[in-house]
Nanobody, 115 residues
């Protein structure tokens, strides 16, 4: 059974930091592109960052220099380190695993950036 379980969300003040984790099971983790998406209230889900099996990464423009995605294939885990958080980063953050036409989603973790 495929599972993606996110953790690490919460309430943080502007300028603060959080690290999200996503633990995967039920598929061959190191073959998949792992990504973080987010969906803010009233907005569409958007790609935040992605990391391929060879550790190539890409980022949405607004998070470049502030967010860093990484993966630990031995632990079947993908991380999103977020610094210098802004109120506009407030959203539910989802973990995604993709390989060709196959796509798995976690249930999401809420990040709220507010003073």
């Amino acid at each position: 059974q495929v599972q993606l379980v996110e953790s690490g969300g919460g309430l943080v003040q502007p300028g603060g930091s959080l690290r999200l984790s996503c633990v995967a099971s039920g598929f061959t983790f190191n073959r998949y592109v792992m990504s973080w998406y987010r969906q803010a209230p009233g907005k569409e889900r958007e790609l935040v960052a992605a990391i391929r099996s060879g550790d190539n990464t890409n980022y949405e423009d607004s998070v470049k220099g502030r967010f860093a995605i990484s993966r630990d294939n031995a632990k079947n885990t993908v991380y999103l380190q977020m610094i210098s958080l802004k109120p506009e980063d407030t959203a539910v953050y989802y973990c995604n695993a993709a390989l060709g036409y196959i796509s798995y989603w976690g249930k999401g973790t809420l990040v709220t950036v507010s003073s």
